[in-house]
């Protein structure tokens, strides 16, 4: 049975930092590509970033793109968003997802699994 939990999220001031972490399990972590995902009140869910399984290739929307890291530990079957320079426009619930295979992209329908999410709130 598939099983991700995340966790990290919470009240921040903007300008802060923030590290999510999304530990898995349930499955064979290191064959599949990881994405971040995050889901703002009355939005759509969109896309934050991803990681293939090896974790030697990245992909960003240009919303977090130079700001934020994606990464994973394939030993302890986690993957990881850093993000800096926080605003209020970053709140949201962020979710991590599953790829279908080792790569994956920016499309919600590239992934099959989902975490339960964890509120970032950042404040002004």
């Known amino acids: 049975q598939v099983h991700m939990r995340e966790s990290g999220g919470g009240l921040v001031q903007a300008g802060d930092s923030l590290r999510l972490s999304c530990a898995a399990s349930g499955f064979t972590f290191s064959d599949y590509a990881m994405g971040w995902f995050r889901q703002a009140p009355g939005k759509e869910r969109e896309f934050v970033a991803s990681i293939n399984w090896r974790g030697d290739n990245t992909y960003y929307a240009d919303l977090v793109k130079g700001r934020s890291t994606i990464s994973r530990d394939n030993t302890k079957n986690t993957v990881y968003f850093q993000m800096n320079r926080l605003t209020p426009e970053d709140t949201a619930v962020y979710y991590c997802?599953?790829?279908?295979?080792?790569?994956?992209?920016?499309?919600?329908?590239?992934?099959?699994?989902w975490g339960q999410g964890t509120q970032v709130t950042v404040s002004p």
């Open positions: 997802a599953v790829g279908h295979g080792v790569f994956a992209g920016g499309s919600p329908h590239e992934y099959n699994y």
